[in-house]
């Protein structure tokens, strides 16, 4: 059944809302609204090939049970997107209430702009939990999607990343938001649009066109993934995404906005910590080592080596900003080489998801290791979880 042709903006049912909360509070339900509505369509799609919601809504790796997914489903079949920005309810004259008061209304929450392998969106809260109240500067020299940085939204912080692109993007995002959202509003979702971007050379393009290409890219290739061959060049295939969200103006302004003030680097997670000091936060999320005995040296995430001396220069590092007075937080790999390397500091094992498992079962089940260190808590006086 296809959703009522619908304008929530217009609708005169919910012009009072838009009184009530603003032009800001207004557009992030309403974004919030269309964030449900991809979803609906991304489920719809795979429910027309055959399978049950309940296994589409598995293969999808969302968070949000079947009995609510069913509950936009009707909503967004009676109303559109209007019905996605209402709940049942009474006002206390006894009128149809279209939405919650703003001061019970749930905030969306922080996100990254880019989907990125290794992302600790499922895992966030046992990573914020370990970290000080209080804190100097914060670090993450290996920032990836930066979605500890965008969950804590520090007042300073120093972001790295040896991927030039990546973090060209968070440049152009950081300082010029507004022409990098014309651009992606402009961006169709086809095979032929995406195979033309994605053979486009980096380097001859303008920082902002070069941002818009590799975001393009993020969103409309197969899983998200980031992978470059011998030459360097991104070769991940068309993902045919029919509703991929390639603007989401909410969480492109939301995380410039973030990074206002951000120090941005490209290069050495080394040479990104240089200056940290006393009191600063720093927090590694270094490529991993695979936990099979059988392969150790093997890479999940990145095309650079990061190997058996790697991951022991990591660790060196790691006990030096301990040394100088820094609280330091790590992840890795639930694997005997990382538990030898920070022998001594506290190790919490996590249960982790990966949505970029192109197997959707292979996206649950996971262990990795969080290891904290600070002179408030001396290596050798550390307990350690295993």
């Known amino acids: 059944m296809a959703a009522p042709v619908f304008d929530p903006i217009s609708d005169q049912r919910l012009s009072d809302l838009r009184k009530r909360l603003g032009d800001t509070g207004w557009m992030e ?22 399978s049950s919601l309940t296994r589409a809504v598995s293969e999808e790796g969302l968070d949000v049970s079947v009995p609510t997914i069913r509950r936009w489903i009707k909503r967004y079949e009676e109303k559109g997107l209007a019905g996605l920005m209402t709940r049942p309810g009474r006002t206390p004259e006894g009128h149809p209430d279209p939405i919650p008061s703003p001061s019970k209304r749930r905030t969306r929450k922080p996100r990254s702009f880019i989907k990125w392998a290794g992302s600790k969106a499922s895992v966030l809260d046992e990573i914020l939990a370990g970290f000080p109240r209080k804190f100097g500067c914060y670090y993450e020299p290996m920032a990836g999607s930066a979605t500890v940085f965008f969950a804590l939204k520090p007042k300073r912080a120093v972001l790295c990343d040896s991927n030039e692109e990546l973090m060209n993007s968070f440049r152009v995002l950081r300082d010029h938001p507004e022409p990098l959202i014309a ?63 390639i603007c989401d103006e909410y969480t492109l302004r939301w995380t410039s906005e973030a990074l206002r003030g951000t120090r941005l680097h490209t290069g050495d997670y080394r040479d990104a910590v240089a ?112």
Not at 222 to 238: A, D, E, L, Q, T
Not at 282 to 299: K, Q, T
Not at 325 to 344: I, W
């Open 29 to 50: 339900l309403l974004e919030k609204a269309r964030e449900q509505e991809s979803i609906i369509l991304a489920l719809r799609t795979k429910t027309e090939a055959g």
């Open 183 to 245: 651009l992606l509003e402009e961006q169709p979702n086809t095979s032929r649009h995406f195979y033309e971007t994605r053979a486009l050379e980096p380097s001859t393009l303008s920082p902002l066109r070069r941002a818009v290409r590799f975001i393009y890219l993020n969103k409309t290739c197969f899983n998200g993934m980031y992978r470059v061959n011998s030459k360097g060049r991104f070769n991940v295939p068309y993902g045919r995404i029919a509703h991929a969200r």
């Open 275 to 386: 200056d940290a000091g006393p009191g600063d936060l720093v927090y590694f999320d270094p490529p991993y080592l695979r936990p099979e005995a059988s392969n150790p040296g093997s890479r999940l995430y990145q095309p650079d080596e990061f190997d058996h001396g790697a991951q022991g220069e990591l660790a060196r590092i790691f006990r030096e900003l301990v040394e100088r007075g820094c609280h330091v937080t790590a992840s890795n790999s639930d694997h005997p080489l990382v538990r030898e390397l920070y022998d001594g500091f506290e190790i919490k094992v996590l249960d982790v998801r990966r949505p970029i498992n192109r197997n959707a079962k292979g996206r649950a089940g996971h262990k990795e290791v969080l290891i904290m260190g600070s002179r408030e808590r001396p290596a050798e006086r550390q307990l350690r979880l295993l």
